[in-house]
T-cell receptor, first 114, second 114 residues
Framework: AQSVTQLGSHVSVSEGALVLLRCNYSSSVPPYLFWYVQYPNQGLQLLLKYTSAATLVKGINGFEAEFKKSETSFHLTKPSAHMSDAAEYFC????????????FGQGTILTVHP | SQTIHQWPATLVQPVGSPLSLECTVEGTSNPNLYWYRQAAGRGLQLLFYSVGIGQISSEVPQNLSASRPQDRQFILSSKKLLLSDSGFYLCAGDDIIAVQETQYFGPGTRLLVL
């Protein structure tokens, strides 16, 4: 079984500041990990994914995440926030052998202030 | 890449009425398909998944059912809606053939049961 915990349901940053969204996972087998973004009233868009290749993963819109097995973490970062980054972000995990059955975290709403 | 279509975009239904939400996929064949629900203030919950025509697996007991009458069609139904069925319903599909290992999401259907 797997689970995901996103620390902080709301994160607020100033435009230009570092964005850090935290995700910790639990999985009985080597996991695949994902970050999705959801803009208001829209579906989910994949930001990036880890599938057992490089531990530092770069995604769209300047986001990246690092898989740290020892910490069971997959935190999402962006060096400089833009107003357009305001959205809800979801971390998700799936067992590597059962791709697709995603288990999602509760989501983190990112607010960017001018 | 594949595209997921969902309709309607929004739906307001009285308690006790039936429900039919449709999801269609283009750009791939034989995808795994998924129905998720996002309730207000909560993360995404996997409701059903399908690995092929007529093959449905339910992840949680509920008032809903799913069917897959065609390879690229996935339907979510209910005979009698409950207030607790309100939420944002997302259809998703794998695109394993593309080797991108990406799960694509549709735009979602917002259901309000009154």
């Amino acid at each position: 079984a797997q689970s995901v915990t996103q620390l902080g349901s709301h994160v607020s940053v100033s435009e230009g500041a570092l964005v850090l969204l935290r995700c910790n996972y639990s999985s009985s087998v080597p996991p695949y990990l994902f970050w999705y973004v959801q803009y208001p009233n829209q579906g989910l868009q994949l930001l990036l994914k880890y599938t057992s290749a490089a531990t530092l993963v770069k995604g769209i819109n300047g986001f990246e995440a690092e898989f740290k097995k020892s910490e069971t973490s997959f935190h999402l970062t962006k060096p400089s926030a833009h107003m357009s980054d305001a959205a809800e972000y979801f971390c998700a995990v799936t067992p590597g052998t059962s791709y697709g059955k995603l288990t999602f975290g509760q989501g983190t709403i990112l607010t960017v202030h001018p | 890449s594949q595209t997921i279509h969902q309709w309607p975009a929004t739906l307001v239904q009285p308690v006790g009425s039936p429900l039919s939400l449709e999801c269609t996929v283009e750009g791939t064949s034989n995808p795994n398909l998924y129905w998720y629900r996002q309730a207000a203030g909560r993360g995404l919950q996997l409701l059903f998944y399908s690995v092929g025509i007529g093959q449905i697996s339910s992840e949680v007991p509920q008032n809903l059912s799913a069917s897959r009458p065609q390879d690229r069609q996935f339907i979510l139904s209910s005979k009698k809606l409950l207030l607790s069925d309100s939420g944002f319903y997302l259809c998703a599909g794998d695109d394993i053939i593309a080797v991108q290992e990406t799960q694509y999401f549709g735009p979602g259907t917002r259901l309000l049961v009154l």
